[in-house]
């Protein structure tokens, strides 16, 4: 027995559900989500959902309520490509779902603080080379 997904799926090439179809079409967001940083920080907002929401849109809010994600792990998890993830969470931010953080701000200032010097990365990157 199928179901309705099943002419909608194809083994080889995955889902057959286009990108653009996703996007409505779109490649930028009014809020110019789509130069958002790759190591960028995603949070929600606890904002209750007021609409329902597109299942991309869904299983990205789900892929980031545990903890605060980058957008290159979003893309990665959710399988989607980066722009089409930017678009989402685009629109995510626009209803006030999600927060999108820079990755500067997202690191505290005791973490930094323990960042090994130049010389020590130039040690390390000589023993790899002699390997």
């Known amino acids: 027995m199928s179901d309705a997904w099943t002419d909608r799926y194809d083994d080889d090439a995955g889902p057959l559900v286009r990108l653009y179809a996703m996007t409505?079409?779109?490649a930028r967001t009014e809020n110019g989500a789509e130069r958002?940083?790759?190591m960028a920080i995603v949070r929600t907002t606890g904002t209750a959902l007021?609409?329902?929401?597109?299942?991309?849109?869904?299983?990205?809010?789900d892929l980031c309520a545990g903890a605060p994600r980058p957008?290159?792990?979003?893309?990665?998890?959710?399988?989607?490509?980066?722009g089409v993830v930017r678009v989402l969470l685009g629109d995510l931010t626009a209803h006030g779902l999600v927060r999108i953080s820079p990755p500067s701000s997202a690191s505290d200032s005791a973490s930094t603080a323990h960042r090994p010097?130049?010389?020590?990365?130039?040690?390390?990157?000589?023993?790899?080379?002699?390997?």
């Not at 007021?50 to 809010?61: D, F, I, K």
């Not at 957008?71 to 980066?82: F, N, R, T």
């Not at 130049?118 to 080379?129: M, S």
């Open 117 to 131: 010097d130049a010389r020590l990365l130039r040690e390390v990157i000589h023993g790899l080379r002699t390997l």
């Open 50 to 61: 007021s609409a329902p929401l597109p299942p991309e849109q869904r299983a990205l809010l």
């Open 71 to 82: 957008v290159a792990d979003l893309a990665s998890d959710s399988g989607l490509p980066l």
């Open 36 to 38: 958002v940083d790759l």
């Open 24 to 26: 409505a079409g779109r």
